[in-house]
């Protein structure tokens, strides 16, 4: 999505959806933190626009252990 319309544009739409959808609180958390860590990596990929690339180091992250998961 930061890749498309921009990080300050993404973190709004995703931020509004947590806030809209109340889920249990470490879900919220979890899906923030993990929406910042996308909006880095569309950030990092956007003058590119190489979004296989930048899905791909997600994929890495998430894989790793650099995303936040629930328990």
């Keep these: 999505m930061?890749?498309?319309i921009g990080a300050d544009a993404a973190e709004?739409?995703?931020?509004?959806?947590?806030t809209v959808a109340q889920g249990p609180a470490?879900?919220?958390?979890?899906?923030?933190y993990n929406n910042a860590q996308g909006r880095f990596l569309g950030s990092v990929f956007a003058s590119?626009?190489?979004?296989?690339?930048?899905?791909n180091h997600f994929a890495l992250w998430a894989s790793i252990g650099l995303l936040s998961t629930l328990s």
Excluded: W
């Design 2 to 4: 930061t890749m498309r």
């Design 48 to 55: 590119s626009g190489d979004e296989a690339s930048a899905l």
């Design 12 to 18: 709004r739409i995703a931020t509004n959806h947590e």
């Design 26 to 32: 470490d879900e919220t958390s979890m899906d923030l």
